[in-house]
């Protein structure tokens, strides 16, 4: 395909990525060099925290005191290990000496670096957060569960196996190195069987390919119902990972669920972006993306309002079309019918542990990285989600695959969480300066196509979801749209995580949400207010929704519209989710 012949929106001075090449193009080859030795992260701003840090417990006596007083007393403390909720050390076995004692010290250790780097005087917040964390990945690496002769449950399957699952063990440590130092053109099958293959094992869901052009392909999925509601649904997913995490396989895909209750489903998927198309940007993303699928969506339900959805990134994207929309600016590109925002932050003012990675020291190496790659790889993007949580993505799973021998089943979720994407080095410079960094969106700040954008223009209703356990979008920092719109907001917050709590299908077992009557003129309720006065409902959260769209429509049921309005360019998936 010729990128070239993808025409950019001209960058506005909102826009501009922060880097500029002009005169310090030795500057940036540098500390690209660096970031690839440090994985992006910045051995400067991690020396400024800790160096923040040090320095004030050196002038804080009465917090060194107490510190030794914790010491003296874990000295003293006996008794069996308070492991709380840490799953490392449920098994009865660590409840026997000696490993009850190498679960104390480990838990006692974890007691004092965390009262150490917590509530320092004077200890700027960022810095104080990036210490801690550290510190806890640092403990995390040796903890008695990760080697052989201080974890019971090893040694226990080693005696039972007859040293079989160290045998296991051994061979999937050479098999996972063979794979990582194979050259790139050479595939070295998975242990475990093949991955899931999109359109044969996941996103199955029978449609077509109804539009495309340099950076999306737009897919209208085949009715399965006589008639259908009039308004189109059109989804936006992410473009980090590849959309079919919204269509896995036939049990747990969105896609087919709302196509089965009579919806007319469209669904944006995104190129796999390489280095010649490192200066597209935000505004591309959202002129050829959004615009461009929402124009195919008013033409396809003639001219019917549109119940947009938007997921994770995908999200942010969409609220700032809305925005656009609502205000007037863009009031051609089609209506709106609803708004639906999963797992979508909008404010990112409190972005959870990702904030870790950002301040103006990280992004610079981060951008230097980038400027040298043309983009950002899915894998070293992967790599900061693993160390956001090396307790069970990294450590945990080593200790289970390479000193018991066992190797996890692959299954439709993980296979899609490994098929990752690139991001253009324009794009998500901006998207890190502009919206994490300096919360431009939420504080008004934010251009788009030349424009300000401001969300208290959306009048659209919206339903937002957000999940209990996500670290990746916090439901607390979801619920932050109700400060920034005065739109009608109904708020559902379902259990799971960033992607278990969105794939949440109706029979899944342990799934629930908490949702009540969005009430405006109650006023402003806090997220804690809200989940004190919320009802807790068993089951998927989609029924819900799916009642809430046919709400907010006409309710006019009618003969599915034809097949791309006759222009049918190729079956689904398409080619651009195939795209490595």
């Not at 150490?116 to 690496?141: E, I, N, S, Y």
């Amino acid at each position: 395909m010729n990128t070239a012949q993808l025409k950019l929106v001209p960058a506005t001075a909102a826009s501009t990525p922060p880097v500029r090449e002009d005169g310090n193009a030795l500057d940036l080859y540098l500390q690209s060099q660096v970031a690839r030795l440090t994985g992006g992260v910045s051995p400067i701003a991690m020396s400024l925290a800790f160096q923040d840090w040090w320095q004030h417990l050196a002038v804080s006596p009465g917090k060194r005191s107490e510190l030794a007083a914790q010491c003296l007393g874990a000295l003293a403390a006996t008794g069996a290990p308070a492991t709380g909720e840490d799953k490392r050390f449920d098994n009865f076995a660590w409840r026997q000496w000696p490993f009850s004692q190498y679960v104390n010290s480990f838990k006692q250790a974890e007691q004092f670096w965390r009262a150490a780097t917590t509530g320092v005087r004077g200890v700027a917040p960022h810095h104080a957060q990036v210490v801690a964390f550290t510190a806890r990945q640092l403990l995390d690496m040796y903890s008695p569960s990760n080697f052989l002769w201080t974890n019971p449950e090893v040694l226990q399957a080693a005696a039972a196996s007859g040293g079989r699952s160290l045998i296991d063990g051994a061979l999937n440590w050479r098999r996972d190195l063979c794979r990582h130092l194979a050259p790139p053109d050479m595939a070295v099958p998975e242990p475990t069987g093949p991955s899931y293959v999109p359109g044969q094992d996941v996103a199955v869901t029978p449609g077509h390919v109804i539009f495309s052009n340099e950076l999306i392909e737009l897919i209208q999925y085949t009715p399965q119902t006589e008639q259908v509601y009039r308004e189109p649904v059109l989804i936006v997913p992410s473009w980090i990972m590849k959309y079919y995490i919204l269509d896995l396989s036939p049990h747990n895909s969105l896609v087919r669920y709302l196509v089965q209750q009579g919806h007319t489903v469209l669904m944006l998927s995104w190129r796999n972006p390489d280095r010649h198309d490192r200066d597209m940007g935000m505004d591309d993303y959202l002129q050829h993306g959004v615009f461009a699928a929402l124009e195919q969506a008013d033409q396809l339900g003639g001219g019917a309002p549109v119940h947009a959805v938007g997921y994770c990134l995908g999200g942010t994207l969409l609220a700032i079309a809305a925005a656009a929309i609502d205000s007037g600016e863009h009031s051609q590109r089609g209506k709106l019918a609803s708004i639906s925002l999963l797992a979508a932050q909008t404010d990112f003012s409190e972005p959870g542990e990702l904030g870790l990675f950002i301040d103006d020291s990280e992004l610079a190496f981060l951008d230097a990285l980038m400027w040298d790659q043309g983009y950002l790889d899915g894998d070293q993007m992967a790599a900061s989600f693993q160390l956001l949580h090396a307790r069970d993505l990294v450590w945990s799973r080593m200790m289970r695959e390479y000193l018991m021998g066992e190797r996890t089943a692959p299954n439709d979720l993980m296979s899609w969480n490994a098929d990752s994407t690139r991001l253009p080095f324009r794009m998500h410079s901006e998207y890190l300066h502009g919206l994490f960094l300096h919360n431009d969106l939420a504080e008004g700040r934010y251009l788009a196509q030349g424009k300000p954008i401001a969300l208290s223009d959306i009048r659209t209703p919206m339903f937002v979801v957000g999940t209990e356990r996500d670290h990746v979008s916090p439901w607390r920092s979801v619920y932050k749209i109700h400060l920034l719109s005065g739109a009608a907001i109904d708020f559902v917050l379902a259990s799971g995580g960033h992607n278990a709590g969105i794939v949440s299908e109706p029979g899944h077992a342990n799934r629930s949400y908490r949702s009540h009557p969005a009430n405006t003129a109650a006023g402003y309720s806090s997220p804690d207010e809200w989940l004190n006065s919320a009802e807790r409902t068993e089951g998927s959260w989609w029924p819900h929704w799916q009642q809430w769209l046919v709400r907010h429509a006409s309710r006019q049921r009618e003969a599915p519209p034809a097949m791309g309005l006759g222009r049918v360019l190729g079956p689904a998936p398409g080619s651009f989710v195939l795209q490595h």
